[in-house]
């Protein structure tokens, strides 16, 4: 029992530290989807690659 409050405790650190960086991921992912909209909105297109796989 001498253990279990320093286990306890590193569990719920990883799972905050994990928590955070879903959370973080999520919302990067949203900024950087709205960042291309906004691109796209304005007429900013993405490269396209030709048949052979090299960019134009």
């Given at each position: ?42 007429g ?13």
């Amino acid at each position: 029992m001498t253990h279990f409050v320093f286990i306890a405790a590193s569990y719920g650190v990883s799972l905050l530290a994990l928590g955070l960086l879903a959370l973080w991921l999520v919302l990067d992912y949203r900024s950087q989807r709205r960042t291309l909209s906004e691109l796209e909105a304005r007429g900013v297109g993405r490269r396209r690659a030709n048949r052979t796989g090299e960019s134009e």
